[in-house]
């Protein structure tokens, strides 16, 4: 409103903003009129723009009865004077004037009729002590040289003043201090704090003030700051013992329910090994929340009539009982143990009030217990024990409410001993089958350890007679010998991992497979054992069947070899059909299905069940008439199960069956990678002089890792630890780090980590060669590793391998081929020149399923009879280079050289490419 030019009529108060016009030497010579408003113009009774346009003289010339000179004395002397009284024309009605300086040059002018004033200012005066009177708390006002202005009586009230409010008005603040001084708890400090507030002169809000009858005072001070810079003293107090009482009652209502609610919670799942702990923290808990000394859990043996404290917390300088108060004879503390047994609480607010010598008396004052509160615990009508609080400081008398509290806490441990005393029994029952599966587990690996070991020989030896003797009989019994025997590992084998399943120590492990190359290499396995029964074996692909997917290829190839087998057993005519469907369920899983269909015996329906048990087939047919201990489908189904999935059985009897194996939510995998063919020419992969360490704890690994890498220009050292490894590299920087996981001492992982944390070897590729596989083990390499093989690696893997991180020349380059061209033409006459693709066709489609079936097994018998055929076949085509490759693979059998005999072996699939490149060079030729 001050900033308006104008005003309504009805404002009490005449405004004039000047500016003060000076002179030469910088003093106040004149004024003139900036703003003005409507109540200002009555009070002069000139118009707006006459008193906008002059100066205080100049209007003081026009003598229109308003005195400018007075007031421009005023305004001449406004530091000294800023309030004054001014007549107006006729001496009938005077104005009050206060000066308010805006700034160096600029004065506000207020004028208001004195009457009004007087009569506002009685009106607020009366209000002000209609306030004081009411208002719910004492006030004190005092001057600012702190003598008594004003108080209420509410303030005589609360400091015990007798006297009217009126009488002390104008004495000494000090005086008054001394007097009241003596009502609080710590008197010298309420006066000299008091003192402080008054001459800091700073606003103080909610300070609290104890005093010695118990009562709670809040004090606030509030200096009041007049326009002129004159300070009043404002001093508020309030009684806040009631709510400060209620407010510790409600915080107390609430901290009992959010004890007892930790308490329930606590205690509803509780371990057994976290319960020793959770009763120390709740016993503390409850002692310091009723402020007991001491807090305690006894229990009773009823049966060998003693009492035992078994846990206690104690206060700070509190001195612990539990040591001595170890299996007490009920016959001295029989009024306590029956007062408990009947299920009554001991609630003594006094000790000393008991009788001298008093049974329940003696023993507490000899543990200078003064106060105590003993609830039992009671499980029906048993009474286990007791929990209780022991004051030892001071006496407390135990409220009804700290009985409930010590009541729940004495439920819920009869609760928790009732959960603790079942689980204990389950976890009996637990170790004792678990014992009885470890000494089974136990007892099946060491029959195995002991059956393999004489199996060992008997077979080693078998095949040594079957190739050192050339009488038919003899061989045809060492051969039912050879066959026996292996089928007797394989039962041993199933037998085994029934025993793992049942003992959950089969870990699925997924990584990408290609299902398809799984399946048809199981259809290639029982390809000659169908072909001898006359049965078809096919298998029939969704054409839209992802190739990559997320599975554990060896359990699920083991599901599929067995469903097959099984088929192929009981089936004497017709066919054996492997159908592959994938139904997707979105863009990345989808629901694998394998099912194997048959012609076969079928299994009635009351049987569906019965061929999943182990050690059981269906009952019409026995094991003699179909070889088997009849594990294979409960072991399927059991895998089938741990992938997630299950075996579903579809049978009538003499109608054949199908079997299908369902895994839902399988994921595809379009980052498919191909398992390296341990068959690529890596021969002629040469690394150029790179420096190789290998570590490893076990010489004969390193060996083996030394011998495939033999002659491929790799310069190899070794270590046989973690540490040596570390001191090794020291004084070198490898190209590539060959380093084992399971070390003594120092493992893989650590080893790794020192080396990622050295600069040094930040490009340095580590790669992994572990024996342990699982899903754990794999995010554990792929963070401390570049790459990892699993033992036993072949040559092909380890190669590709190093191939990946290290510099490489392939010598197999047109020359050499060239080379090999010569190499063979020499032994090639015209005629089987031209019948190599005729050869080469043969050998494709007979000899090389054949190879696939016997190049791992290693059964010498099978070996061998492959060799004759492959010589048979080289004689006839008069292909001297495969005669050679024959007799050398018969030499090799003859001798039991299994290493040579490897070796030469997989050397076959090359030979074939050899044989490929030689054709395509004629042809080439030719053209």
């Not at 490894?725 to 399971?742: G, H, M, Y």
Request: glycine share 4%.
């Amino acid at each position: 409103m001050l900033n308006n030019s104008t005003t309504s009529h009805t404002m009490h108060f005449g405004f004039a903003k000047c500016q003060l016009i000076l002179d030469k030497a910088g003093l106040i010579a004149d004024a003139r009129i900036l703003q003005l408003n409507q109540s200002f113009t009555e009070i002069t009774q000139l118009e707006q723009t006459h008193l906008l346009t002059k100066s205080f003289k100049e209007l003081q010339l026009d003598k229109t009865g308003f005195d400018w000179s007075k007031l421009l004395a005023h305004l001449i002397n406004f530091e000294t004077e800023k309030s004054f009284s001014f007549n107006d024309f006729d001496q009938t009605r005077i104005y009050q004037v206060e000066l308010i300086p805006q700034n160096k040059e600029e004065i506000i002018c207020l004028f208001s009729e004195a009457d009004y004033y007087y009569g506002q200012l009685d009106n607020h005066v009366n209000r002000f002590n209609t306030f004081l009177t009411n208002f719910p708390g004492g006030i004190l006002i005092e001057t600012s040289d702190f003598k008594i202005q004003q108080m209420n009586k509410k303030f005589c009230s609360l400091l015990g003043l007798e006297i009217d409010e009126h009488v002390l008005e104008g004495t000494n603040t000090a005086d008054l201090i001394e007097t009241i001084k003596v009502l609080f708890k710590d008197p010298d400090f309420f006066s000299s704090r008091t003192r402080a507030i008054q001459n800091e002169k700073q606003a103080v809000l909610g300070e609290e003030l104890e005093l010695s009858d118990g009562r709670l005072f809040q004090r606030e001070y509030i200096p009041i700051v007049f326009l002129n810079g004159y300070v009043e003293n404002l001093w508020l107090y309030n009684d806040i013992s009631r709510r400060r009482k209620t407010e510790e009652a409600l915080e107390n209502q609430a901290a009992l329910q959010r004890i007892l609610m930790d308490i329930s919670s606590k205690y509803i799942n509780i371990s057994l090994n976290e319960l020793e702990e959770a009763i120390h923290t709740s016993l503390r808990e409850l002692g310091q929340f009723v402020g007991a000394d001491r807090a305690y859990v006894f229990s009773y043996d009823w049966i060998n009539g003693i009492c035992t404290n078994t846990y206690e917390w104690c206060e700070e300088g509190v001195s612990p009982q539990i040591d001595e108060l170890q299996a007490i004879p009920l016959d001295q503390i029989r009024i306590w143990a029956g007062t408990h047994r009947k299920g009554k609480n001991m609630n003594i607010p006094d000790v000393y009030e008991l009788p001298e010598g008093h049974e329940v008396r003696i023993p507490l004052e000899q543990q200078e217990i003064l106060s105590l509160l003993a609830i039992p615990m009671m499980d029906g009508d048993e009474c286990l024990g007791f929990v209780g609080f022991d004051s030892v400081k001071e006496h407390h008398v135990y409220t009804e409410k700290e009985e409930s509290l010590l009541s729940v806490f004495s439920r819920m441990l009869v609760n928790v001993k009732q959960r603790a005393d079942l689980e204990r029994k389950l976890i009996d029952e637990k170790q004792k089958a678990e014992a009885a599966s470890k000494a089974k587990t136990e007892f099946l690996a060491n029959m195995s350890h002991e059956i393999r070991t004489p199996m060992n020989a008997i077979l080693g030896f078998s095949e040594t007679l079957y190739h050192k003797t050339d009488n038919p009989q003899f061989k045809k019994m060492i051969e039912s010998i050879l066959n026996s025997g292996n089928l007797l590992l394989a039962l041993l084998n199933d037998i085994l991992d029934l025993s793992k399943i049942e003992a959950d120590k089969i870990d699925i492990v997924k990584m990408p497979v290609d299902t398809i190359n799984i399946v048809n290499e199981i259809k290639l396995l029982f390809f000659e054992k169908t072909l001898k029964k006359g049965v078809s074996l096919s298998v029939e692909i969704d054409p839209y069947f992802p190739r990559g997917l997320l599975l554990d290829e060896i359990r699920f190839k083991q599901i599929i070899f067995n469903l097959v087998g099984n088929a192929i057993k009981f089936t004497h005519k017709g066919y054996v059909r492997i159908n592959l469907t994938f139904e997707a369920t979105s863009e990345m899983k989808g629901q694998l299905r394998v099912d194997v269909i048959d012609t076969g015996i079928g299994i009635p329906a009351d049987q569906h069940d019965v061929v999943f048990d182990a050690f059981r087939q269906q009952s019409v047919y026995s094991n003699r008439l179909y070889a088997g201990a009849g594990l294979g489908l409960s072991i399927s189904r059991r895998l089938a199960e741990k992938m997630n999935g299950r075996i579903e059985l579809s049978s009538e009897l003499g109608k054949g069956s199908e079997f299908s194996l369902i895994i839902p939510d399988v994921e595809i995998c379009n980052d498919f990678i191909e398992k390296p063919n341990p068959f690529l020419p890596i021969d002629h992969v040469y690394f150029e002089d790179n420096l190789i360490l290998v570590v490893d704890d076990v010489l004969s690994n390193i060996m083996a890792v030394e011998g495939l890498l033999d002659e491929m220009g790799l310069k190899i050292i070794s270590a046989d630890s973690g540490e040596m490894a570390l001191e090794t590299l020291k004084t070198i920087i490898p190209s590539l780090i060959l380093l084992d996981i399971r070390m003594p001492n120092m493992n893989g992982y650590q080893v790794a980590e020192k080396l990622r944390l050295d600069p040094k070897f930040k490009h340095v590729p580590l790669i992994a060669l572990t024996a342990s596989v699982s899903a754990q083990t794999d995010q554990e390499l792929s963070v401390h590793f570049d790459g990892f093989l699993y033992k036993p690696t072949n040559k092909a893997e380890l190669v590709n391998m190093l191939m990946k991180y290290l510099p490489y020349k392939n010598s197999s380059s047109d020359s050499s081929a060239g080379q090999l061209d010569e190499s063979l033409s020499l032994n090639i006459n015209p005629e089987v020149g031209h019948k190599l693709s005729e050869i080469l066709a043969v050998l494709n489609h007979d000899f090389l399923p054949a190879h696939s079936l016997i190049k791992d097994g290693m059964v010498l018998f099978r070996i061998e009879e492959f060799g004759v055929n492959l010589l048979e076949f080289a004689q006839k085509y008069q292909f001297e280079y495969l005669e050679n490759y024959a007799k050398l693979l018969l030499n090799h059998v003859d001798n039991v050289n299994l290493m040579e005999l490897s070796s030469t072996l997989s050397e076959f699939p090359l030979m074939l490419k050899k044989i490929q490149h030689l054709i395509d060079e004629r042809n080439k030729n030719l053209n």
